[in-house]
């Protein structure tokens, strides 16, 4: 499974390009699906859902080249609508290969999705939604087999604003007949981002990214080229790295404004932020502040994704921080680890909101990444710990950041990743 050895101590300080987008990049390869033709998606982060999702397409008769940070799909001689259960366990954002498929052939089948375990993380926003595009979704042996004669675009209000329920609808109604408005859609930058290559194809997606969503369905789509959009999580994550050793760090190719709940934050507890359209340069304060109020919610809220790393960063803070999760209820695995490491942390009842003393050191030692974005929140906790930590487990890590060991290195960490 591979571990990552990190030496604490040390301040990181230097510059960095953030890569494209894992939760951007994935809908638009499913989305590649759709134009029967010639795709040409550039800065790929080359993670490992990434690879999966390309797995996927093959399974399904895409060819696919990779060329350094550029991904070709030609889904001209895609012929099967089944996408293959191994892959699909991998992976939560298998889900939204229904969209894509169902588009294309009118028909999807798919095991139920994998990835970190965060809670119970239901689907029934996305059949409850595919259905009213008028498709007949059934489910047996854990499979979910979805046909329609045609999609007809409607209305579909959202009980929750989904980020893959509402990109799931976009790549379905995208071929559908008439328009289709998603009240209550999820506003992520990601979903502007596959707006942006949905119209790049010709189909017609307006208000990406607010709360109100209208696809009017084309008939046929073309070859596109586009380029997926920077990672704010993983710029954030870094920016979580030099906070935490009291360093100095600039990021580049970034976007801004998808940062500022994060960049909100991280001013509160004392760090110092310069904004420009496309970098951000942070230096951390010589102590850092602790929050009294943390609460994750969907965009344009604090990204639960940022979460556990904001969690090991205010477990050195001076004083007493609380952070509320509302997202996902079972995002809290990564808290026994911090705490084998020193930190004081109380989780309610409920599992909801956790109360985090601020101590002097963490102590480094050997803990285990349970998920993706606490497997960083645990290596970022090594960064500044006294010693050296083991996180084991790696695996959840790879799945979002492409060689963090390097890019943390090239910063000034003493990291090193073992198989």
């Given amino acids: 499974m591979g571990e990552y050895h990190v030496r604490g101590g040390n301040r990181l300080a230097g510059a960095l390009c953030i890569n494209g987008g894992k939760n951007a990049v994935l809908p638009i390869l499913a989305a590649t699906v759709l134009n029967g033709g010639t795709s040409v998606i550039h800065n790929c982060p080359m993670i490992s859902d990434t690879i999966v999702s390309i797995k996927m397409l093959e399974a399904i008769g895409c060819k696919v080249t990779i060329e350094n940070s550029t991904v070709t799909v030609d889904s001209a001689s895609a012929s099967s609508y089944e996408l293959p259960k191994d892959l699909a366990k991998e992976m939560r954002s298998s889900i939204i290969f229904l969209g894509g498929t169902l588009g294309r052939f009118a028909k999807a089948k798919i095991s139920h999705p994998g990835g970190c375990n965060l809670g119970v993380r239901p689907i029934d926003l996305h059949k409850k939604a595919l259905k009213a595009l008028g498709t007949e979704v059934i489910e047996e042996h854990g499979l979910i087999t979805c046909t329609a004669e045609r999609l007809i675009g409607t209305t579909i209000n959202l009980d929750f604003p989904s980020v893959g329920a509402t990109e799931n609808i976009m790549l379905a109604a995208s071929k559908s007949e008439g328009a289709t408005v998603i009240t209550n859609a999820a506003q992520e930058p990601e979903i502007a981002d596959l707006a942006g290559f949905l119209n790049s194809m010709g189909a017609d997606v307006r208000g ?203 910063l000034g960490a003493e990291i090193s990743y073992w198989e």
């Fill in 208 to 410: 990406a990214g607010t709360r109100e969503v209208v696809i009017t369905g084309v008939s046929r789509l073309h070859d596109a080229e586009y380029r997926v959009m920077p990672d704010r999580i993983v710029a954030g994550t870094y920016l979580v790295a030099a906070a935490i050793t009291g360093g100095e760090i600039e990021l580049t190719d970034i976007i801004t404004d998808h940062l500022e709940p994060v960049l909100s934050k991280l001013e509160e507890t004392g760090c110092i932020i310069r904004k420009a359209r496309a970098s951000i340069r942070l230096t951390a304060p010589k102590k850092l502040q602790p929050i009294a109020q943390m609460r994750t919610l969907p965009h344009p809220g604090f990204p639960t994704d940022m979460q556990p790393q904001m969690m090991a960063l205010l477990s050195l803070a001076a004083g007493t921080s609380v952070i509320t999760e509302t997202v996902f209820e079972a995002r809290t695995k990564h808290i026994s680890e911090l705490m084998r490491m020193g930190a004081d942390i109380i989780l309610s009842a409920d599992g909801r909101t956790s109360v985090v003393k601020g101590v002097n050191h963490l102590e480094g030692t050997s803990v285990e990444a349970h998920d993706l974005r606490g497997g960083a929140a645990l290596i970022l906790a090594g960064l500044a710990a006294e010693g050296k930590t083991v996180i084991t487990n790696s695996i959840h890590v790879q799945r979002g950041y492409e060689k963090i060991e390097y890019d943390l290195a090239l």
